[in-house]
């Protein structure tokens, strides 16, 4: 049950992923993100510490929305959709590939032109997010 259950997680990940690329872009492999749109709309630039990739959620007004991955010691940059800012009432998770634990962090308030610096450490629950104005 629990080999079904990671499959099917990391298949959800993946079709969910494809289909929300268009608010993602990797900057750790060298992809910039526009000043213009930064500024429309609040950049998550997540930092994973931790060895395993990671599902990027966004939790607004008790729905849980993905908005991307990142890779196990690795870096990204998403743009989050606009219509979501400002909010007081936004918590950002990571979910590891295996679904074992995850680290979440809120609740925060953004508006647009902020950029939510989310730190996800080895040990999940010490995790943390910072609102850089």
């Not at 930064?38 to 939790?59: C, F, K, S, W, Y």
Request: net charge positive; charged share 15%.
């Amino acid at each position: 049950m629990l080999k079904f259950r990671t499959l099917f997680v990391l298949a959800t990940a993946a079709a969910l992923g494809t289909a929300c690329a268009r608010f993602g872009q990797a900057s750790a492999a060298g992809n910039v993100i526009d000043p213009a749109d930064a500024a429309t709309t609040v950049v998550l630039h997540v930092d994973n510490m931790n060895t395993q990739p990671m599902e990027l959620r966004a939790i607004m007004n008790g729905q849980s929305k993905f908005i991307g991955s990142v890779g196990g010691q690795d870096s990204t940059s998403i743009l989050l959709d606009p219509s979501w800012f400002p909010t007081g009432f936004l918590y950002v998770a990571a979910i590891p590939a295996d679904g074992r634990g995850r680290a979440i962090a809120g609740p925060l308030a953004a508006a647009k032109g902020d950029k939510i610096n989310f730190s996800v450490q080895p040990a999940l629950d010490q995790s943390r997010a910072l609102v850089v104005r």
